[in-house]
Each structure stands twice: as structure tokens, then as C-alpha cells.
């Protein structure tokens, strides 16, 4: 079974638009949770992480995520993107024995 | 810090050959590495969970014959490619879980193996 889940393949957003992407999981009462970036040929870099407390999660590069138990999502935003932000950005949660499990990914383009 | 290596970050090889990539981390003590594989436009693929002194675990559907795994320090962890076959053409990254940390892994900048 997909523990986690990114509805949207690929999303394009003006520059200085806000943007969210979205992730839904499905393993564990209590999830740890990621969120990577990658750009092409890269590794991947960690934008945030929920392992417990406040919700609402700040990270790098001017994003946040806020983990809702309720809906079983943990969705990142950016209120204003840069070009720079153009990469592939993937969700994770942590499995048993510290594995991760990857959503599927969000191709983000960055139109000017 | 927590930063992680990897070596070569791109190697090309004959069919039929082995490759050897190596995973580094080089400012923690890492008694768990993780080695993922990535095809082009895909997500990350978990292979097998390497620890410290011990066999490493694979997922199913990954020949442990084929993909061989060494952690024989804490601070390195190796992944050999035998026989390498076109099909083994991919992006290989490791991670590393500091043995006195949390759930967080540290990732390598990742290998492209391109088999000829």
C-alpha cells in the first residue's frame, strides 16, 4: 500500500505566486515527516521535517508545511516563489526501521 | 554538518563489468546507511538498509548477488554493481542515519551509472 501520496505530478506557477504541493500519507499514528527538494542531477536536499509539536512547520528556503492529522496531510507552501525553486520535491515518511518512503514526486516549473 | 558523500558522482562502464560506489559520511558516525535507487522522472526506490558490522537487508525484488553492500566502518558504506547490464543504468544515492540521532537521514549527492 502507497504510504504516501502526491496528487499532482506537475504543477506550474507563475514567479512571485504562491504555491502549494500537496501530500497525504497513510502509515502510523504518529508520522515523521518529510519534505525534500531535488534539482535535476542532484541529490536531494531537506526542506522541513514534523516529528511532533507545533504543527505548522517552518523550513529553508521560505517554506512551511502543516502537518493535519485529520486529513492525513502535510502540505508545503511557499507564499512567493522564485525561479529558483523550479525542481522535483518530494514527500517522505519514515517507515519501520528508519526507512523512508517516498511519495511519487511534484515537478514544479517556475514561469516567468 | 551531517554531511555525506559519494564517490564517484558519475561512472560510465562496459557491460559485463562491476562498479563499485562508495558512501561517506564525514562529519557523524552512521551505524545505518540506506541505498536508494532513482530512474529519470521517478521517485526514490529504497534497495537495502546497510548496517554497521553486519548484512545488509534488501527490499524485495533487489538481487543481493547482484547489488553487493559493505559497511565495514561507521562512517562508510559501499554498494558494488556486478556484472553491470544497460539495465543497471541509473541514478544510485545513498543515506546515512547518525547513530545518535532521529529519524533523519542525511542524503549523498547520488551516483550516475551509465552501463555501455
Known amino acids: 500500500a502507497q504510504s504516501v501520496t502526491q496528487p499532482d505530478i506537475h504543477i506550474t506557477v507563475s514567479e512571485g505566486a504562491s504555491l502549494e504541493l500537496r501530500c497525504n500519507y497513510s502509515y502510523g499514528a504518529t508520522p515523521y515527516l518529510f519534505w525534500y527538494v531535488q534539482s535535476p542531477g542532484q541529490g536531494l536536499q531537506l526542506l522541513l521535517k514534523?516529528?511532533?509539536?507545533?504543527?505548522l512547520v517552518q523550513g529553508i528556503k521560505g517554506f512551511e508545511a502543516e502537518f493535519k492529522r485529520s486529513q492525513s496531510s502535510f502540505n508545503l507552501r511557499k507564499p512567493s516563489v522564485h525561479w529558483s525553486d523550479a525542481a522535483e520535491y518530494f514527500c517522505?515518511?519514515?517507515?519501520?526501521?528508519?526507512?523512508?518512503?517516498f511519495g511519487a514526486g511534484t515537478t514544479v516549473t517556475v514561469r516567468a | 554538518g551531517a554531511v555525506v558523500s559519494q564517490h564517484p558522482s558519475r561512472v560510465i562502464c562496459k557491460s559485463g563489468t562491476s562498479v563499485k560506489i562508495e558512501c561517506r559520511s564525514l562529519?557523524?558516525?552512521?551505524?545505518?546507511m540506506f541505498w536508494y535507487r532513482q530512474f529519470p522522472k521517478q521517485s526514490l526506490m529504497l534497495m537495502a538498509t546497510s548496517n554497521e558490522g553486519s548484512k545488509a537487508t534488501y527490499e524485495q525484488g533487489v538481487e543481493k548477488d547482484k547489488f553487493l553492500i559493505n559497511h565495514a566502518s561507521l562512517t562508510l558504506s559501499t554498494l558494488t554493481v556486478t556484472s553491470a547490464h544497460p539495465e543497471d543504468s541509473s541514478f544510485y544515492i545513498c543515506?546515512?542515519?547518525?547513530?545518535?540521532?532521529?529519524?533523519?537521514?542525511?542524503f549523498g549527492p547520488g551516483t550516475r551509472l551509465t552501463v555501455t
Open positions: 543515506s546515512a542515519k547518525d547513530a545518535g540521532g532521529t529519524y533523519e537521514q542525511y
Open positions: 517522505a515518511v519514515v517507515l519501520n526501521d528508519y526507512k523512508l518512503s
Open positions: 562529519d557523524f558516525q552512521a551505524t545505518t
Open positions: 514534523y516529528f511532533s509539536g507545533d504543527t
